[in-house]
């Protein structure tokens, strides 16, 4: 890659990433840790609130290594299963039958079914790094961002019959400036268009899906990129199609003025503009805390859900006020674990589990798995049920079609967990 920034996502603010500093921050008032424009609530009912996992205002979480205090749920998980390499996304074929992750070089293809957990039924080579994952709508095609300026197409069912022959082509940028760090896709909904971000040039990579895989991989297929913040990461598109949702580690600079220093973003893409117009589809950029990294959206596109992971702290946007007011668009800010990374909803979506990562080893913090009240977050009032044991790292997550298993990979333990979801409070 050609910048400092890998698919480690290893940016950290100073005030999230240094203790010590935090705690002396802490030791004052809550208002002193907050930068720029943005305020932080103070006082007792603030405090109480950051540890039972909500807040009392809309105001955008700082950066701070202060977590939620919950209870530990009971066991949940109906399996750890072991993989080669270090695992990072996974995506779960339209049947239920296979699981393919990402774990380096290779996809690692498991079969389901066995009240053991997955099992191991083949490992397909990739020709760069694997890094996250998504499927097109139809289910025919995996597209995994290659850590460079683009993604591997494969097809899903030659994945799952092992056929040397499943890596369809390549999506690519080929162009130097636009390229670095590669690391997740989405794509639209009607199956034309991809969207890769690529955290290394600070754009979000638009290309054609449909004329790739009709016409052979090549220069044609990339179709411009889309101007969003420093260190793009995360990428989710609402259910109706129109909308792509990405975030950003750190604003771009100039930014929103309202934008508190050393938070991200969350921008809002028209979607149809981005297929013909990228460099002037967005339409709108929030302040979303420290080191947004993750987003997702409910069942209906009514709410944007966006994991800060600086913040520790879980998001939820009205995706309406996104555009028509974004300065009101927050809903709550519910205080979870250490350095929250991927989110799922599950249950029919009455809950959302967020992997807290504990990515740079926060002394007296550990990984887990926050399981959150969505009505309650949405409410305003206390949403943290509690949270779950994980492995190192837990990173990415998918749900299995029928919806009674998530899956988590565990980067550091080289490990997928499955998460009996029956078994929820």
């Known amino acids: 890659m050609n910048s400092g920034i890998s698919h480690n996502e290893s940016i950290k603010c100073n005030v999230a990433y240094n203790p010590m500093m935090m705690r ?141 022959d499943a890596v369809a082509g390549t999506l690519a940028t080929g162009r130097p400036a636009i390229s670095g760090g590669a690391i997740e896709v989405a794509v639209s909904r009607d199956g034309h268009f991809a969207f890769v971000s690529l955290e290394g040039s600070g754009r979000v990579a638009v290309f054609n899906l449909s004329r790739a895989l009709a016409s052979g991989f090549g220069q044609a297929d990339y179709a411009g990129a ?45 979607v149809s503009k981005a297929e013909t117009d990228p460099a002037a589809s967005v339409v709108a950029t929030v302040d979303a805390g420290c080191q947004p990294v993750r987003v997702i959206t409910s069942a209906d596109g009514a709410t944007v859900w966006v994991t800060a992971r600086a913040s520790d702290a879980l998001l939820a946007f009205s995706a309406a006020k996104l555009v028509a007011d974004p300065r009101r668009a927050l809903i709550s800010a519910v205080t979870v674990g250490e350095a929250p990374v991927g989110l799922a909803l599950v249950n029919g979506g009455s809950r959302i589990v967020v992997a807290d990562s504990n990515r740079f080893n926060a002394p007296g913090a550990s990984s887990s798995l926050a399981v959150v009240d969505v009505r309650a977050a949405l409410a305003g009032r206390p949403a943290l049920i509690g949270y779950l044991k994980a492995g190192l790292f837990p990173r990415e997550m998918a749900v299995v079609p029928g919806g009674r298993t998530l899956l988590v990979t565990d980067n550091e333990s080289g490990q997928l967990e499955s998460v009996d979801l029956a078994r929820l409070p």
Not at 230 to 246: F, H, I, M, N, Q
């Open 226 to 270: 889309i101007p969003v913040g420093e260190a793009p990461v995360g990428l989710a598109t609402s259910p109706d199609g129109r909308w792509l949702y990405a975030t950003s580690e750190l604003a771009a600079r100039p930014g929103p003025t309202s934008l508190a220093r050393g938070h991200g973003t969350l921008s809002v893409i028209d």
């Open 24 to 164: 002396r921050f802490m030791a004052g008032t809550l208002a002193a840790i907050c930068l720029g424009a943005v305020a932080c609530s103070s006082g007792s009912a603030a405090r109480h609130a950051a540890l039972t996992g909500s807040r009392p205002s809309r105001s955008v979480p700082g950066c701070t290594t202060t977590v939620a205090k919950g209870p530990a749920l009971p066991a949940a998980a109906t399996a750890m299963t072991k993989v080669t390499g270090a695992p990072f996304g996974v995506a779960v074929t339209a049947d239920g039958r296979y699981d393919m992750v990402s774990t380096g070089s290779v996809i690692v293809v498991l079969r389901n079914g066995s009240p053991a957990g997955p099992s191991l039924a083949r490992v397909v080579r990739l020709p760069a790094a694997g890094i996250g994952e998504t499927l097109t709508p139809d289910g025919r095609y995996l597209l995994v961002a290659n850590g460079r300026d683009g993604a591997a197409v494969l097809s899903v069912q030659g994945v799952a019959d092992g056929k040397p």
